[in-house]
């Protein structure tokens, strides 16, 4: 299934030396590169701005990006498609429109409309992968493939392929929706959803307890796989999950089923009702949640999250900052935040995105940053030169004023 041929590439073109101009003048920072070298510290006035330690693009992230501008250069004449977001970040997807690479049109029923590509027409497949069935469709149309799908999301998968050649049912911590757990799910035989520790003890309560299956259903009615019986496929559990979840939740998951799978069935027989879920939450993801971390425990007096609305990292991020009593502000563009000293934000645990004025309070101020995987460091240093527009009523040079002393 396409992951042969000559029409199937997981590798780069080669071209990395061709498009790196473009990518550094598009995404890279001088601004942040300086903050960096400063111990990720930068002060101006009575604002000090602090860097997580960990921030931005990943690895993963980096190598879609430019896999995608090389694609532009491998096929200079042919149609070329995304089948989804490239990425979770409004800018950088913007960028590849401008490119003219199209991306598959949703429908209002939120199915995806392939009906515009061709035979020998070019395919993106994003970071996050793409769905069995949609690499199916793309086999029939006979498309050209580029995989870009992270190596930590193909990870996951060659798990959930072991719990099905064991007849195991796959439970994924993650998003139901989201397009990484779509494609992962579609590779399981039967599968089950949860998105938190919560819904993990609901299903926990059903193993031990039984209850009203007609209610399990239609609870999980969208985070299951079809024909699901939670009274068969809650028998044998293998636990997997969406890579940018919360890495500490997903152990916590692992081992309320561990643990309720032993009291049902027993320790002699636990083997044959549980497998381990293994370490399959991404380096970048945890290095970033260690990094947010060691922000909170900083003395910040506010904290501002920066990547796509969408982007579960990011997400996760911003709501360890809120529960740790933070002010935190998840934007998603430079933009967000207003010359009038107002910034549109989203709410945590919401799609719901609201506006708050007089954000940023007189006075000494110290302000913690990050961003997501998915976030450029231009779009970060953008933020920064807002923030310090509002607070010093200066725009920011290309290199701050401290350089001088500091170097």
Request: proline share 4%; with cysteine.
């Amino acid at each position: 299934m396409l992951k042969a041929g000559p029409k199937y590439h997981r590798k780069s073109f080669g071209l990395k030396d061709l498009v790196q101009e473009d990518l550094s003048r598009e995404y890279e920072s001088d601004l942040i590169a300086f903050i960096r070298q400063h111990d990720n510290v930068l002060v101006e006035g009575d604002t000090t701005i602090k860097l997580a330690e960990a921030f931005g693009f990943c690895w993963g992230v980096d190598r879609a990006v430019s896999m995608a501008y090389e694609t532009r250069k491998q096929f200079p004449d042919r149609q070329i498609w995304i089948t989804n977001e490239i990425i979770h970040n409004p800018m950088v997807n913007e960028k590849l429109r401008q490119m003219s690479i199209g991306f598959i049109p949703v429908q209002t029923d939120g199915k995806k409309d392939f009906s515009p590509i061709s035979a020998g027409d070019v395919v993106i497949l994003p970071a996050f992968g793409a769905s069995v069935e949609e690499m199916q469709l793309l086999e029939k149309k006979d498309c050209e493939i580029v995989d870009t799908t992270c190596p930590w999301v193909s990870r996951v998968w060659n798990r959930v392929d072991k719990y099905q050649r064991a007849d195991f049912t796959a439970v994924i911590h993650g998003k139901y929706r989201h397009e990484e757990t779509v494609a992962t799910s579609s590779r399981a035989r039967h599968y089950l959803i949860v998105q938190d520790l919560s819904e993990a003890q609901w299903v926990c309560d059903y193993i031990l307890q039984g209850g009203d299956k007609q209610e399990f259903l239609s609870r999980f009615k969208e985070a299951v796989s079809r024909g699901f019986d939670p009274d068969i496929h809650l028998q044998r559990l293998g636990v997997t999950n969406q890579t940018t979840m919360l890495k500490g939740e997903t152990e916590q998951i692992g081992k309320l089923i561990e643990k309720t799978q032993l009291q049902k069935f027993g320790v002699s027989k636990i083997n044959e009702h549980f497998l381990s879920p293994g370490d399959t939450i991404c380096d970048a993801t945890q290095e970033r949640q260690d990094a947010m971390q060691k922000l909170i425990d900083d003395k910040l007096d506010l904290v501002v999250v920066i990547g796509g609305y969408n982007s579960s990292n990011t997400g996760h991020l911003h709501e360890m900052a809120v529960s740790s009593g933070l002010i935190a502000f998840h934007i998603d563009v430079p933009e967000c935040i207003g010359i009038d000293n107002s910034i549109s934000h989203k709410l945590p645990h919401s799609s719901t995105t609201i506006s708050t004025r007089d954000w940023l309070p007189r006075g000494p101020l110290t302000i913690g940053v990050t961003a997501g995987a998915s976030t450029p460091d231009q779009v970060i240093a953008q933020v920064i030169g807002r923030i310090l527009e509002l607070r010093t009523g200066e725009q920011v040079a290309p290199l701050p004023s401290q350089s001088a002393a500091n170097d």
